[in-house]
């Protein structure tokens, strides 16, 4: 991994405030660049780390989406979209705790815990539920 102070181009001229180009080369040799506003006093390993956190916040956002429905809402206020949101991020916490305990990747830990949610609440009484 390397960082270096660079300066963006716009137009041919460059642009007011510099900003960290980071490198880092892949075990499979393979260099990837990402440029970071981060302040100049940066310590390397923490823009080392925060450089390594991209990973795991794809994955969870994969999670939601696919998983637990994340994009699938249809609200049309802020308030709604947070509360939305907020029903998300519980469930993914409650996966995480379910893997975490019974040691089981997201693979199995996911049917297994949609199949233990069905059972504990079925369809048809949450549907009359809605409908009170």
């Not at 990837?32 to 981060?38: I, P, T």
Request: with cysteine; proline share 7%; net charge positive.
């Amino acid at each position: 991994m390397a960082r270096i102070r660079v300066y963006l181009s716009r137009d041919g001229l460059p642009e007011e405030k510099p900003l960290w180009l980071f490198i880092r080369r892949n075990s499979d040799g393979q260099l990837k660049y990402a440029l970071s506003n981060a302040p100049e006093d940066i310590p390397f390993s923490e823009l080392c780390k925060a450089s390594t956190m991209r990973w795991p916040i794809e994955q969870c956002f994969k999670e939601g989406k696919y998983q637990i429905g994340m994009d699938h809402y249809e609200h049309r206020s802020w308030p709604a979209w947070h509360r939305h949101m907020i029903y998300v991020f519980l469930a993914l916490h409650f996966l995480l705790r379910l893997r975490i305990k019974f040691k089981k990747p997201a693979s199995d830990a996911l049917p297994q815990a949609r199949r233990l949610v069905a059972a504990m609440l079925p369809y048809h009484s949450i549907e009359r539920h809605a409908l009170n």
